[in-house]
C-alpha cells in the first residue's frame, strides 16, 4: 500500500529558483493538505484542499501555491524560493470533505534554499 | 486564533513505565478537536488518539490514554508500561473547522 507519496525528498534550491514538490495518495481521499514543519515550532497549515478544483489557505499560504487537478494529485509550488522556505514540508490526505484529524501523512520532503 | 502549547520540550521515562505529556490550548470555540500525534525518527507522523470536544469520557488507545479537561483547556496524553518504540517527538494538534494547529513537540526518550 502506498498511502501518502512525496517526490523528491530532499531538494536543494538556490534564492530565487522556482520547483514543485509533488503529492500523491492511493486511498481515494477528498482531503489534503501541506504542512511545514520548522525546528522548535511543530507543523504548520500551509495549503488544503478538500476536493479535486478546491483549494484554501492555511496559517501560512504567502510563497506557495497549490492546485488540485485530480483526487490523487496535490502539488505544491513555490514560484520564487527564499531562504525563509527552507524546511521540512509534509503532505497529508484524510477521509471526507474536511479535516476530521485523521491525517495520513507522507515522509516529508526536506528542502534547503541558499 | 487557536494556539497549543507543550510545555516539556524533552522527557525521558524508563521501560515499562508510565510517563505523561502535556498540553494546553486556548480557544474561544466549544466544538472542536484534539489530538496526539507521533514522529518517530523515520520522520512520518502517526495518529496516536483523537478526542472530540463534546465527549466528557476520556480517549483511550491500548496503552495511551487522554486527560482531557475542557474548562482548563488542557490535554495531557498517559502512556503505560512504555517501550523502546515509544521513542519519538509527540505533537498535540487543536481542529476546528479544517484548521489544525500543532504544539511545538515534546521528544521523549524511553530507557531500557
Known amino acids: 500500500n502506498a498511502g501518502v507519496t512525496q517526490t523528491p525528498k530532499f531538494q536543494v534550491l538556490k534564492t530565487g529558483q522556482s520547483m514543485t514538490l509533488q503529492c500523491a495518495q492511493d486511498m481515494n481521499h477528498e482531503y489534503m493538505s501541506w504542512y511545514r514543519q520548522d525546528p522548535g515550532m511543530g507543523l504548520r497549515l500551509i495549503h488544503y484542499s478538500v476536493g479535486a478544483g478546491i483549494t484554501d489557505q492555511g496559517e501560512v499560504p504567502n510563497g506557495y501555491n497549490v492546485s488540485r487537478s485530480t483526487t490523487e494529485d496535490f502539488p505544491l509550488r513555490l514560484l520564487s524560493a527564499a531562504p525563509s522556505q527552507t524546511s521540512v514540508y509534509f503532505c497529508?490526505?484524510?477521509?471526507?470533505?474536511?479535516?476530521?484529524?485523521?491525517?495520513?501523512f507522507g515522509e516529508g520532503s526536506r528542502l534547503t534554499v541558499l | 486564533a487557536q494556539t497549543v502549547t507543550q510545555s516539556q520540550p524533552e522527557m525521558s521515562v524508563q521501560e515499562a513505565e508510565t510517563v505523561t505529556l502535556s498540553c494546553t490550548y486556548d480557544?474561544?470555540?466549544?466544538?472542536?478537536?484534539l489530538f496526539w500525534y507521533k514522529q518517530p525518527p523515520s520522520r512520518q507522523m502517526i495518529l496516536v488518539i483523537r478526542?472530540?470536544?463534546?465527549?466528557?469520557q476520556n480517549a483511550t488507545e491500548n496503552r495511551f490514554s487522554v486527560n482531557f479537561q475542557k474548562a482548563a483547556k488542557s490535554f495531557s496524553l498517559k502512556i503505560s508500561d512504555s517501550q523502546l518504540g515509544d521513542t519519538a517527538m509527540y505533537f498535540c494538534a487543536f481542529l476546528n473547522n479544517n484548521d489544525m494547529r500543532f504544539g511545538a513537540g515534546t521528544r521523549l526518550t524511553v530507557k531500557p
Open positions: 497529508a490526505s484524510g477521509y471526507g470533505t474536511e479535516n476530521t484529524g485523521e491525517l495520513f
Open positions: 478526542q472530540e470536544a463534546y465527549k466528557q
Open positions: 480557544t474561544s470555540e466549544n466544538n472542536y478537536y
